[in-house]
């Protein structure tokens, strides 16, 4: 599997506003889940979204959910994260892993299957820091 890319990263105040970018090539156009997940200090990682693109609904873990958007330009492979109304706990590197599943899975729980599909046989790319001042 091709190692996504990521970018986007930066250092915001609270509150401010941050879009990450998923460069996931050479995968299947039919489709395959690709997603982010975090890891703070002293924190385990954690999951943040995913979708089965192209036409899957994103699933987002609880801790994002209403501040966090997922969103794709599927013709140039990208899967982009728009982060809004940032808090110092959202302070993390940020990674993007993508997968290519041997089925396709069920549409109503395609992001969420991903979710977990991703930890288990993802590629992970090299991540992108994102810091969070109060």
């Known amino acids: 599997q091709v190692q996504p890319v990521e970018s986007g990263g930066g250092s915001v105040q609270a509150g401010g506003s941050l879009r990450l970018s998923c460069l996931a090539s050479?995968?299947?156009?039919?489709?395959?889940?690709v997603g982010w997940f975090r890891q703070g200090p002293g924190k385990e990682r954690e999951g943040v979204a995913a979708?089965?693109?192209?036409?899957?609904?994103?699933f987002y873990f609880d801790s994002v959910k209403g501040r966090f958007t997922v969103s794709q330009d599927n013709a140039n492979d990208t899967l982009y994260l728009q982060l809004d109304s940032l808090k110092p706990d959202d302070t993390a590197m940020y990674y993007c892993?993508?997968?290519?599943?041997?089925?396709?899975?069920?549409?109503?729980?395609?992001?969420?299957?991903?979710?977990?599909?991703?930890?288990?046989?993802?590629?992970w790319g090299q991540g992108t820091q994102v810091t969070v001042s109060s």
């Open positions: 892993a993508a997968a290519q599943p041997k089925f396709p899975p069920s549409p109503e729980e395609s992001g969420e299957y991903c979710s977990r599909h991703l930890v288990d046989f993802g590629a």
């Open positions: 050479g995968y299947s156009s039919s489709g395959y889940c």
């Open positions: 979708i089965y693109t192209p036409a899957g609904r994103p």
